[in-house]
T-cell receptor, first 112, second 113 residues
Framework: NAGVTQTPKFQVLKTGQSMTLQCAQDMNHNSMYWYRQDPGMGLRLIYYSASEGTTDKGEVPNGYNVSRLNKREFSLRLESAAPSQTSVYFCASRTPPGQPQHFGDGTRLSIL | GENVEQHPSTLSVQEGDSAVIKCTYS??????FPWYKQELGKRPQLIIDIRSNVGEKKDQRIAVTLNKTAKHFSLHITETQPEDSAVYFCAASYVDSNYQLIWGAGTKLIIKP
């Protein structure tokens, strides 16, 4: 049982490049989340999907887009990467309210 | 907006002593309060959680207490060990936003040998 799988684990981009971070969960969870964590800081919610077919903005959505491809997969896209988006990106998922979120291992993204 | 305040930001304790981390939340309708541990370079992992119909929950050396009236909850770690060194995050569910979690800023726990 893999849980939450994120790809890639590491990525270096140049300013202005685009890329998509992938996340897949095999726990049949309805809700999925994308967070960013800057060095020495806490978790900030970028976007979330409460259920298949819905997405909503979190605290820091600017510069990002998301797609809930199906119940398993939730991708995060940077259309034009900026150095301020250098961070570790975590995907998480959970079942109904009142249940814990399960995190993937993260994607370490550096933008030069 | 809703928020969760977490204190202290850094806590240094002697190995074998107890550690207490406190969080205060603003949404009186919050009903789920998890605690996560994050080791350096790793993902956050759930260590214990509590729901609003319970005042205290224990799991070996870890306990969480909840005071709904005062809107605060605390993590207690007894007999601390070197492997307890990590960053700990509290969170509270935000009812009006599909029960997403509102996160505290984290506490860096240092266990001194």
């Amino acid at each position: 049982n893999a849980g939450v799988t994120q790809t890639p684990k590491f990525q270096v981009l140049k300013t202005g490049q685009s890329m998509t971070l992938q996340c897949a969960q095999d726990m049949n969870h309805n809700s999925m989340y994308w967070y960013r964590q800057d060095p020495g800081m806490g978790l900030r919610l970028i976007y979330y999907s409460a259920s298949e077919g819905t997405t909503d903005k979190g605290e820091v959505p600017n510069g990002y887009n998301v797609s809930r491809l199906n119940k398993r997969e939730f991708s995060l896209r940077l259309e034009s990467a900026a150095p301020s988006q250098t961070s570790v990106y975590f995907c998480a998922s959970r079942t109904p309210p009142g249940q814990p979120q399960h995190f993937g291992d993260g994607t370490r993204l550096s933008i030069l | 907006g809703e928020n969760v305040e977490q204190h202290p930001s850094t806590l240094s304790v002697q190995e074998g002593d107890s550690a207490v981390i406190k969080c205060t939340y603003s949404d009186s309708a919050s009903n789920y309060f998890p605690w996560y541990k994050q080791e350096l370079g790793k993902r956050p992992q759930l260590i214990i959680d509590i729901r609003s119909n319970v005042g205290e929950k224990k799991d070996q050396r870890i306990a969480v207490t909840l005071n709904k009236t005062a809107k605060h909850f605390s993590l207690h770690i007894t007999e601390t060990q070197p492997e307890d060194s990590a960053v700990y995050f509290c969170a509270a569910s935000y009812v009006d936003s599909n029960y997403q979690l509102i996160w505290g800023a984290g506490t860096k726990l240092i266990i001194k040998p």
